[in-house]
């Protein structure tokens, strides 16, 4: 059984590893802040702490799944499976290698973009729902944050688009087979990529929607157990699919001399970013929440408009 | 496809249908948004992938997500649920019953007199650029307009 783009077989293993490394991901994380912070972090559990991971999964499985009475049922439980369910779409239309991939879609871009802005509705809802002053804190800030970086997300792909003369993330990788790839013309656009990424997916630094030391935990204060892991996971998840789409977008996706097979390189480049990610937080301070916002508006989004108008001249020229 | 495209369109008829008679404002916002999502199904199966994207990604995902927005800053609580419940008496919906039972009876009648084998032609982004930016150009340029303007007044009112 060979594996082939929209198979049962290759939908089912695209599952099932992004689903494995996001969890494998807690794991990885905490040993990676531990080597950049100079502490060991958790090597108990396995060998040099590699079955960390179980160890965090029986626990999150085995606690109580707890829905506060003063809590709004319907929402509290919809909204971690709404960031589970859109992040795990978005991976539809990403190209993993030449015959790995779920659909090859004339949209995929697009499609990427639409699923990130319903990803917003799940902190909303999971923060609004919980009834609770420092989860609506935590989503009132969620919302601004993940409205106002979709903005220049988008923007700041609309350069690679115009260089590739498609929304298909097949072709755009086709394209940089012909000539470069695309971090070289569209390096500003890279940038603010890799920001509004950070951003979007509310990791540290930009985790001010759930800032621990202001705000107890933000939109999921009021959340345990298996609700609370999806909303977890759903980060790692976010963290994966932000790392494999500056792989496609920017960096050639599968593209890689030939000694090595397209997924392999696939899979070295996202883990470049995976750890560059994990890095940007054992460095970075996080910043107020105003100093975020006023960042977004006046410094990205002039910046990303000039960088559209420049890449659209000199493709004209 | 027919399926899929009777499938969206009951979802987005029900959805919008408990929009109105739901009292709970949140449940009665996600019921929009489905219904929102469902009809970008019904364009995609209609041959409108791009248009499908942006009703998702413009409507879906910006314009609710600032209701939602919205509704978490106005604080409603429990007397809100009793004051539209209130609203939601039966004689209200008589009047609008009938009006719009007139003009389900001359839809049907329309829809009844053409021919059914509608040949989907799909309407990819290029075709889509090519007319907005070519005979419509001058309907996006005042659209643009119109929207400059309301950031103009939108940053002088916060200015305030």
Redesign the interface.
Known sequence: MSLEVGSGLTIGLILLVVIVVAALLITVERRLLGFWQERLGPNRVGWFGSLQVVADMIKIFTKEDWVPPFA?K??FV?APAIIMTVILLSFAVVPFAPNIGVVD???GV??I??M???G??SV??G???SDNKYA?LG??RA??Q??SY?VFMGISLLGVVALSGS?NLREIVAAQEEGMWFVIPQFIGFVIFLIAGVAESHRLPFDIPEAEQEICAGYHTEYSGMKFGMFFVGEYLGLVLVSSLITVLFFGGWLGPAFLPPIVWFALKSGVFIAFFILLRAAIPRPRYDQLMSYGWLFLLPLSLINLLVTGVIILL | MTTLFYLAGAIAVISTFAVIVQTNIVHALLYLILSLLSVAVVFYVLGAPFAAVLEAIVYAGAIMVLFLFVIMMLNLGQHTREQERGWLAARVFVAPAIMAAILLGQLLNVIGQLSHDVEVTRVGVFEVSALLFGPYVLAVELASILLLAGLVAAYHLAKK
């Open positions: 709004d319907v929402s919809v879609s004339n949209i697009l499609f973009l639409a990130a802005s319903l917003a509705y909303m809802l923060g609004l729902s609506l989503a009132l919302a601004a993940m409205v979709e929304f």
